[in-house]
């Protein structure tokens, strides 16, 4: 049984309930491509909504550009508003990548400036997915088919919290800064956490909320969300899922076995070289 929930206040019409269902069986024939065409206006994207909504799988919707994709993700959030719409686009506001004139013999530096709501969106997206929801859908620019780190390293680096738990403070603290989030005392910002005696506060990078957990000794006393601005309490949580704050985490081991691997290489070289 599909988990979406379509909302509009209209219904297919004229060549959409044959369309919905074409695609539909073609999805659960396995087809591997099938083509919907159709003029400006005529209803593209609410037809796809019910072939999504139908079919009940995760979903990519892939566009051309940002612009497309911005319209879109609104469009896909106003018919499911109960279910996971994603945005996962390029972060990038400006890239100028370094270069090197010869006929001047200038160098030109890499230079970028990175949209940080739209990092956010891009780590809600990663994090949803590896939540285990299946009522996703995914509106991407073509920045989605590039790398972005490993998923099985992001997977291993989840946290999981709750009231009750054992839990070293220090060693606690320890992770946070292996998933690489960074500790402050003075602005709370999104990727960061803070601490003051037995309370730890934390900054999802992909959240406009923060955790609060309390400590007694080496047992987790109570968590809750706060608001990260005032520090008001927004609910008492019974645990709490702490994702990574970049998408290029590397845990130890695998750092370990590359620091490994570059010092074997070295020696190789070396005595290449004698």
């Known amino acids: 049984m599909s988990t979406y929930q379509l909302t509009s206040e209209f219904q297919p019409t004229g060549d959409q309930p044959r369309a919905i269902a074409e695609l539909v069986k073609g999805v659960n024939d396995g087809e591997p491509a099938q083509v919907l065409l159709g003029a400006t206006g005529t209803g593209k994207t609410f037809t796809m909504a019910n072939v999504i909504a139908e079919t ?16 879109l993700y609104g469009e896909f959030k106003a018919f499911f508003p109960q279910n996971a719409v994603e945005y996962y686009i390029s972060y990038y506001d400006y890239y100028q990548p370094e270069a090197y004139i010869a006929s001047s013999d200038v160098f030109i530096e890499k230079d970028l400036a990175i ?8 780590l809600h997206c ?32 989840v946290i999981f919290l709750a009231p009750g738990h054992r839990y070293s403070r ?11 989030y960074s500790r402050t005392e003075v602005e709370f910002k999104r990727g960061s956490f803070r601490v003051k005696g037995d309370t730890v506060d934390v900054f999802p990078a992909y959240a406009d909320y923060a955790y609060r957990i309390f400590f007694f000794g ?12 005032s520090g008001r ?16 985490v590397t845990g130890k081991e695998t750092l370990n076995t590359a620091i490994h ?9 070396h005595k290449y070289f004698e």
């Open 170 to 180: 220090n060693n606690l603290l320890y992770q946070f800064v292996q998933i690489l």
């Open 126 to 157: 990663t994090s949803t997915l590896l939540s285990g929801r299946r009522d996703v859908v995914v509106v991407a620019s073509v920045s989605c088919i590039y790398g972005i780190g490993n998923p099985e390293e992001f997977s291993k680096n």
């Open 218 to 229: 080496d047992e987790i006393e109570a968590i809750q969300k706060i608001d990260p601005v």
């Open 233 to 248: 309490k927004l609910s008492d949580e019974k645990n709490m899922t702490l994702y990574p704050a970049n998408l290029f």
């Open 56 to 71: 009940g799988k995760p979903a990519l919707v892939l566009c051309h550009n940002k612009t497309l994709a911005a319209q």
């Open 261 to 269: 691997e570059i010092q074997d290489d070295m020696v190789q070289q």
């Open 115 to 122: 949209n940080e709501e739209i990092e956010k969106l891009r």
